[in-house]
Each structure stands twice: as C-alpha cells, then as structure tokens.
C-alpha cells in the first residue's frame, strides 16, 4: 500500500503535539512505535473494506485505520460507495486528520462528530453498512450500544468487524452475542486467511 496517507496523519498528529492513541499501526502513546505482528490486522482491514459499498467506522481517532479502508475501497472500483467516520473529537488531532482523509477519500466521506449513542440514531432509516468497524468506546456499555444499534443500519450481508477482540472482555461480550442468536462469527470462513487474534468478524442474524 502507499504511506503517503499514513505519513501525513502522523505529521498532522506531530503539528498537534497530542500523544497518538494506539492503533493498527503503532502503540499506545509511544511517538510512533510500531505495533509488532500486525501486519495482518492492517491487512484485513483492507480486504474487509474491498467489494464493500457503504462502510462504517465508529472510532476513528487519528484515520489511520480509515485511510486502510480508503484503500481498499479503492482497488475495487465496481461501486460507487460511501464512507462513514463517527468520532467524539476527545484528541485535538481527529478533526484535522479527519480532514486529511476527505482529501485523500476515493469515495464520499462523511466525518461525524459525537459519541455514537448520539450520532447513530440520526441517521435517518434510508441508511445502510454493508461494512460496520466498530473501534469506539470499549467499556461493556459502549460495545453493546454499538452493536445492538448498528443492526438497524445492517443487511443479512453486512460484515461487522469488531475490534481488539484480543481483550477477553470485548471477546466475552461478542461471544455472548453469538450464543444469543444475534451474531454469527465468520472470520475463520469469509476470507481464505483472516488469521489476527485483534479483531473478529461477524454477521447479524436475522429471522
């Protein structure tokens, strides 16, 4: 894939002076330490993206993983496509970075400032993800949230990938929602090789 992307974020972020979050490229608040063994999270994350239409990221901190999904969108140029960040804007860097990514977006981006609980049910019934990345708040009322109410925005072929699924937490809760009837876990058998502990994929089941 092409950095220039993932460089100008960083040299966004630098400007700013915010430690960085952690994310699919680098650890948490390290000055740009990257991340060892990641390279299939960042990997996925694009193949996840390919083929998809209208995509989904609730989360988007810095868009370093939106700028993968960028790019992905981009190899596959059947569909017109959308794409959707939702971020409450805690770190001064997202909403300039979040800037970045429009000018660079191969397809209509759309950056919505709030916490999901609130931007979600805005968006209106004609909305619809075929591509759902959840990476938002991770306390057990957020996740469920961002689950239980990203259905509405879901089709039987809307992939959900849920992430740091490598946190037993987050894992027990998506598990439960498996057991529940309400997800499907797919990761092991949509793409030939979705092989990273960091984040799993689903689909809602729908009677």
Request: hydrophobic share 30%.
């Amino acid at each position: 894939m092409s950095y220039a992307v993932i460089q100008q974020l960083n040299e966004e972020v630098r400007m700013i002076g915010e430690p960085l979050e952690g994310n699919c490229f680098y650890k948490h608040r390290s000055n740009f330490q990257l991340r060892p063994n990641t390279e299939n999270l960042r990997r996925d994350l694009m193949r996840f993206a390919r083929n998809g239409r209208h995509i989904l990221e609730i989360g988007t901190n810095a868009g370093h993983s939106l700028a993968l999904m960028n790019e992905g969108l981009a190899e596959d140029n059947k569909y017109t496509g959308t794409l959707t960040g939702i971020d409450k804007c805690f770190h001064k860097y997202t909403d300039p970075c979040m800037d970045i990514i429009w000018e660079h977006s191969t397809k209509p981006f759309a950056f919505l400032e709030g916490t999901s609980d609130k931007i979600l049910p805005t968006l209106g019934p004609n909305a619809y993800f075929d591509r759902i990345h959840i990476d938002g708040g991770h306390g057990e009322a957020a996740l469920r949230n961002d689950i239980e109410m990203c259905e509405e925005y879901s089709t039987a072929e809307t992939l959900l990938c849920i992430d740091d699924t490598n946190f037993s937490k987050i894992k027990k809760i998506c598990d439960e929602y498996v057991e529940r009837g309400l997800l499907r876990e797919v990761s092991d058998n949509y793409f030939e090789e979705w092989d990273t502990k960091f984040h799993r994929l689903y689909e809602y089941i729908f009677d």
